[in-house]
């Protein structure tokens, strides 16, 4: 599991976002797009937006 924990914290790393999200565009964003190959691991990574700049990240790790 350690593996997989560090694969994942470097996966949570890399989710930054390049631009600015205006208000118009959705407040929640779920992304399945992280697979642990053989221990059938999944992230969830919940994007929310906040307020106008500032986005708030929470993830989950689960196991089908």
């Known amino acids: 599991m350690a593996f997989a924990s560090e694969l994942f914290q470097r996966f949570f790393r890399q989710q930054t976002v390049p631009f600015e999200l205006s ?6 964003k779920v992304s399945y797009d992280f697979h642990i190959a053989g221990n059938r691991l999944y992230t969830m990574l919940v994007t929310a937006l906040k307020d106008s700049k ?7 790790l689960y196991q089908l």
């Open 23 to 28: 208000t118009q565009q959705a407040l929640l």
């Open 54 to 60: 500032t986005l708030k990240h929470a993830s989950i």
